[in-house]
């Protein structure tokens, strides 16, 4: 692992795979169980879910509410009110349990603070992560967060790697991104002007790998646990 040689002011972090553990598994399981209730065979519900992508994490579409209702009426389905109302807190659980910082991340920031850093943090979410946010543990532990489906950008869009540098008053060129390559999140990164490092880690389903191709192929810094993170910068 190679030191930099650079006046960092700042280190941002992807949320999911990064700060905390990768939700996949936990959010099948929840719509799996969601399809259920709905009465609506797993695959289609799984198709309507990835085809909403942009939807889920852009927050176009304002609550849970609002795209379970939305989802039902384009696939021709009618449910009473309160299987909606069981979906949505479902997902606001899922959301509970997954918003779990890990050890590391938590040990990681605390000596970066020491060391004069700021952080930030930048994830593509839905808007059950957003509504959950506040609740965690994750507020007093980064100085700026940006949530895909709060600021309405999606990574590896320009502009939300711009709203956390305007949010803790740096250049690019002043900051460390550390993720685990989903969502070609290290290219945006590093285009944007930031130097990006790669957080190497196992893949828990086979589904992941399909928005972590950047991770099979990464060319850049490299680091296999969040503790190397200080070593990068000293």
Same mark, same amino acid.
């Given at each position: 692992?190679?030191?930099?040689?650079?006046?960092?002011?700042?280190?941002?972090?992807?949320?999911?795979?990064?700060?905390?553990?990768?939700?996949?598994?936990?959010?099948?399981?929840?719509?799996?169980?969601?399809?259920?209730?709905?009465?609506?065979?797993?695959?289609?519900?799984?198709?309507?879910? #990835?085809?909403?992508?942009?939807?889920?994490?852009?927050?176009?579409?304002?609550?849970?509410?609002?795209?379970?209702?939305?989802?039902?009426?384009?696939?021709?389905?009618?449910?009473?009110?309160?299987?909606?109302?069981?979906?949505?807190?479902?997902?606001?659980?899922?959301?509970?349990?997954?918003? @779990?910082?890990?050890?590391?991340?938590?040990?990681?920031?605390?000596?970066?603070?020491?060391?004069?850093? @700021?952080?930030?943090?930048?994830?593509?979410? +839905?808007?059950?992560?957003?509504?959950?946010?506040?609740?965690?543990?994750?507020?007093?532990?980064?100085?700026?967060?940006?949530?895909?489906?709060?600021?309405?950008?999606?990574?590896?869009?320009? @502009?939300?790697?711009?709203?956390?540098? &305007?949010?803790?008053?740096?250049?690019?060129?002043?900051?460390?991104?550390?993720?685990? +390559?989903?969502?070609?999140?290290?290219?945006?990164?590093?285009?944007? +002007?930031?130097?990006?490092?790669?957080? #190497?880690?196992?893949?828990?389903?086979?589904? &992941?790998?399909?928005?972590?191709? &950047?991770?099979?192929?990464?060319?850049?810094?490299?680091?296999?646990?969040? +503790?190397?993170?200080?070593?990068?910068? #000293?």
């Amino acid at each position: 692992m190679s030191k930099i040689n650079s006046s960092f002011k700042a280190v941002v972090f992807d949320l999911f795979g990064t700060l905390a553990d990768e939700p996949t598994s936990k959010s099948i399981i929840t719509n799996q169980i969601i399809s259920a209730k709905f009465n609506i065979p797993y695959g289609e519900f799984e198709k309507y879910w #990835q085809d909403s992508v942009i939807d889920r994490l852009s927050g176009s579409l304002e609550s849970a509410h609002t795209y379970f209702s939305v989802m039902l009426s384009e696939l021709g389905i009618t449910v009473d009110s309160s299987l909606i109302d069981f979906a949505v807190n479902a997902r606001r659980l899922f959301a509970t349990e997954v918003l @779990q910082p890990r050890e590391s991340a938590i040990h990681s920031i605390s000596e970066l603070k020491r060391l004069g850093f @700021q952080i930030g943090m930048v994830s593509n979410c +839905g808007i059950e992560i957003v509504e959950a946010w506040q609740n965690s543990k994750f507020p007093s532990l980064i100085d700026h967060s940006i949530l895909s489906a709060k600021v309405g950008l999606i990574k590896p869009d320009p @502009q939300i790697y711009s709203l956390v540098c &305007e949010c803790l008053k740096i250049n690019a060129n002043e900051c460390l991104y550390i993720g685990d +390559g989903g969502d070609w999140e290290l290219t945006g990164a590093e285009s944007f +002007g930031m130097t990006a490092a790669l957080l #190497q880690t196992a893949y828990e389903l086979p589904e &992941e790998v399909s928005y972590k191709l &950047e991770a099979l192929n990464w060319q850049g810094l490299k680091i296999e646990n969040l +503790g190397q993170v200080t070593e990068l910068l #000293q």
